[in-house]
């Protein structure tokens, strides 16, 4: 199986920037790769979604590098309200692959 | 807005019983899925579904079923539940078709399942 691996945890203080980075292999040029937010006691949430080497919405931005190894979520400014676990999913097209990463517990502190 | 619900928050069940965890989406959503959800695993998808009556397996289907007689309900079934089956199941749907490159996975609060 495809394995996709992410920090298992992190730190931060509020109004930095957050890097989370989420490693996976065999990833196609068009394949997208999707972030989730899971609160505790909550379903994961969708945070954002791309294929393209730079993709940005109003809470987040995730970048793809050129060898399509890795992904990096990128959250500005956090909050204490960021404070969660991050989950990355690869998607491989035309195969029912769904390997979720294996989460990145963000701690936001004051 | 997406609703997913799932029939129960909390359960608790003797080892050996038969176990149903109920699955609702109302956005019409091709695709539904059942993961388990365990402290250092991370979300371990069990089954997925594309279609009615149609089901692929996860990564861990051993010890479930699932069953998509309606488009709009994905139930999963533990036939004999065990100890190692307490565990955290969520619930998901997605639009669009099976093995799509894009797909926005909506998930249910999900199961807190107490297997004694």
């Known amino acids: 199986l495809a394995k996709t691996t992410q920090p298992i945890s992190m730190d931060s203080y509020e109004g930095q920037e957050v890097n989370i980075t989420c490693s996976h292999n065999n990833i196609a040029t068009n394949d997208y790769i999707t972030w989730y937010q899971q609160f505790p006691s909550q379903g994961p949430r969708f945070i954002i979604q791309g294929y393209k080497t730079k993709v940005t919405n109003e809470v987040a931005s995730l970048f793809i590098p050129a060898d399509r190894k890795s992904s990096t979520l990128s959250l500005p400014r956090v909050s204490l309200s960021d404070t969660a676990v991050y989950y990355c999913?690869?998607?491989?097209?035309?195969?029912?692959?769904?390997?979720f990463g294996t989460g990145t517990r963000l701690k936001v502190l004051a | 807005d997406v609703k997913v619900t799932q029939s129960s928050r909390y359960l608790v069940k003797r080892t050996g019983e038969k176990v149903f965890l109920e699955c609702v989406q109302d956005?019409?959503?091709?695709?539904m899925f059942w993961y388990r959800q365990d402290p250092g695993l991370g979300l371990r998808l069990i089954y997925f579904?594309?279609?009615?009556?149609?089901?692929e397996k996860g990564d861990i289907p051993e010890g479930y079923s699932v069953s998509r007689e309606k488009k709009e309900r994905f139930s999963l079934i533990l036939e004999s539940a065990s100890t190692n089956q307490t565990s955290m199941y969520l619930c998901a749907s997605s639009p669009g078709v099976a093995g799509g490159r894009q797909e926005t996975q909506y998930f249910g609060p999900g199961t807190r399942l107490l297997v004694l």
């Open positions: 579904s594309y279609d009615v009556k149609m089901k």
């Open positions: 956005m019409d959503h091709e695709n």
């Open positions: 999913l690869p998607l491989t097209s035309g195969t029912y692959k769904y390997i």
